[in-house]
């Protein structure tokens, strides 16, 4: 989809969200993707939030939780802090274009998070995707940086025994592995797969906002002094979090609790989703909700957007970033999920009329 139409469609979600939230406020509106931009801050840090004096503080701080919130270790690995998951991945593959010249990527599914190809292409890396192992492990080498992505943003993950393959053959032959863990940090830490960092690679960056109560922002693990040069390159372009944002990702690291996601699991998994049959529509469910299938991606933004406008209901396909997936999917991990019922979200899904040309 071009940027402009991208740029309409987003334009349209906001538009709709305000309208609901002139008529009947926050309360109208909920809130299903997933990704709520929590941004709750620990009241003895409120007057703190300045340029210079929060991140005296807060810096060690997100080091020492993001280390340990990543199954780091103290001492070997580090951990900073970036405006958005994108944001990490665009300074480590401006640090990384200093010694390497290609990019191989893992996908569990095609295609990748546009981040990661986007930002290869800014500095010249030739760029490299498959979700086949063997494709991927034949392009290894050591002027080439190995990329897995943990889990997609629909929700496929990467399993041990690729990741592990991965990375010691990446490690034996000189190459360095980054792994996009945005969603798969918590996702696959529910699937009792082990951490990016426990499997040994170099770089995890993951998502405060996915599984997560956080604001939208990047949280960089790893190798301590990778780290150290990829956020003074990041603080170059501005791409660093700001004191307040550090705030927040304090605050949602020390709230983080695995059984709340355990709970979004279970309605998951228990949701009865038999009347979509009855009404030809296919679904799947996934493993913190479920998506509509069989439908193209300008019906799936249609019915996003009937979602929003006749039933408040807020999805990636009407108000996700440029580039993101354009699949119709409920997230039961999300801060409005506990608000409304099974019933209200699969009546409003048949209402909005995915099926309609
Ligand atoms: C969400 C996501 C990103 C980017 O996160 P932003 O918050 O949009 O910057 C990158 N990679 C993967 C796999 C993701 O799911």
Request: include cysteine; hydrophobic fraction near 40%.
């Amino acid at each position: 989809m071009d940027d402009s139409k991208e740029l309409n469609r987003l334009n349209k979600a906001r538009a709709l969200i305000k309208n609901k939230l002139d008529c009947s406020g926050r309360n109208g509106i909920y809130d299903l993707t997933g990704l709520s931009g929590g941004f709750e801050i620990s009241k003895n840090y409120l007057n703190l939030l300045e340029t210079y004096v929060g991140p005296a503080i807060f810096s060690e701080k997100i080091n020492e939780l993001g280390v340990k919130h990543l199954s780091g270790h103290e001492g070997a690995h580090g951990a900073a802090c970036f405006n958005r998951t994108s944001s990490a991945i665009l300074s480590t593959i401006m640090t990384l274009s200093k010694s390497f010249k290609n990019v191989v990527h893992f996908v569990p599914e095609r295609p990748s998070h546009p981040s990661i190809p986007k930002s290869c292409n800014i500095f010249g890396m030739k760029y490299f995707e498959s979700d086949l192992k063997d494709e991927i492990i034949s392009k290894i080498d050591n002027e080439t940086v190995t990329v897995i992505t943990g889990a997609t943003m629909d929700h496929k993950i990467t399993s041990r025994d690729i990741a592990e393959d991965l990375i010691n053959i990446a490690k034996n032959k000189g190459s360095i592995t980054f792994f996009d863990d945005a969603s798969g940090a918590r996702l696959r830490k529910l699937h009792n797969e082990p951490p990016a960092l426990e499997m040994g690679a170099d770089l995890v960056v993951t998502s405060m906002d996915k599984l997560m109560k956080g604001p939208r922002a990047g949280l960089l693990a790893g190798n301590k002094e990778l780290v150290d040069k990829i956020y003074s390159e990041g603080l170059k372009f501005g791409l660093e979090a700001q004191s307040p944002i550090m705030a927040a990702v304090i605050k949602a690291i020390e709230d983080f609790d695995i059984e709340e996601l355990k709970r979004a699991f279970k309605r998951a998994e228990h949701i009865d989703l038999n009347v979509f049959n009855k009404e030809g529509v296919s679904y799947q469910k996934t493993p913190t909700g479920f998506l509509i299938k069989g439908i193209s991606e300008e019906q799936a933004i249609t019915s996003a957007m009937n979602l929003l406008e006749n039933f408040g209901i807020i999805t990636i396909a009407a108000a996700g970033m440029p580039g993101a997936s354009k699949t119709l999917r409920i997230d039961f991990c999300s801060k409005d999920a506990d608000k409304i019922s099974d019933e209200y979200i699969i009546n409003a899904i048949l209402a909005s009329n995915p099926l309609k040309k």
